[in-house]
């Protein structure tokens, strides 16, 4: 009766369908931009998408505009994190030269990319503001400041 119990537990499938799996599988989530979705920023967003999967390292990006700044999370294939350090380098470097008026905050955390996997998620949902984006953007930033 007690394992049964567990089993039914350990089964429940509460909370986003796509931050769940988004660990173990490539999901390409679609970039996204909080507020004013001019094509200015679309383009923007979808150009920083296509340069940062354009390294062979990597195998899952996520991009996320606020305000002032635009969180690119991203996934590092197994045989390549030892290379870390020269990846996220080589990619600041290739978005600074590219996009200089922007601000980037650029992580290869797995909890930064579920974060920004959920948040985008969350945006799809009508009731879901921009002012709470932003909130849980910034939120997401201040967690990766804390983690450096």
């Given at each position: ?5 567990v ?7 509460d909370g ?5 799996i ?6 390409n ?9 001019t094509?200015?920023e ?13 390294f062979?390292?990597?195998?899952d ?6 305000k ?27 978005l600074?030269e590219?996009?200089?008026?922007e ?12 974060e ?9 949902d ?9 909130k ?8 990766k400041?804390?983690?450096?």
């Amino acid at each position: 009766m007690m394992m049964s119990a567990v089993l039914v537990g350990g089964c429940n499938n509460d909370g986003p369908k796509e931050s769940g799996i988004s660990l173990i599988k490539t999901t390409n989530p679609t970039p996204v931009a909080i507020g004013k979705n001019t094509k200015k920023e679309l383009d923007l967003i979808q150009s920083v998408e296509k340069d940062i999967e354009g390294f062979k390292e990597l195998y899952d990006v996520a991009v996320v505009k606020g305000k002032e700044d635009i969180l690119v999370a991203y996934k590092v294939k197994h045989m390549q994190r030892f290379h870390m350090k020269k990846i996220e380098k080589k990619m600041n470097k290739l978005l600074e030269e590219k996009y200089p008026d922007e601000n980037f905050i650029v992580s290869s955390d797995y909890k930064i990319f579920l974060e920004a996997v959920e948040l985008e998620e969350n945006m799809k949902d009508s009731n879901y503001s921009g002012k709470e984006a932003e909130k849980k953007l910034q939120e997401i930033i201040e967690m990766k400041k804390e983690l450096t």
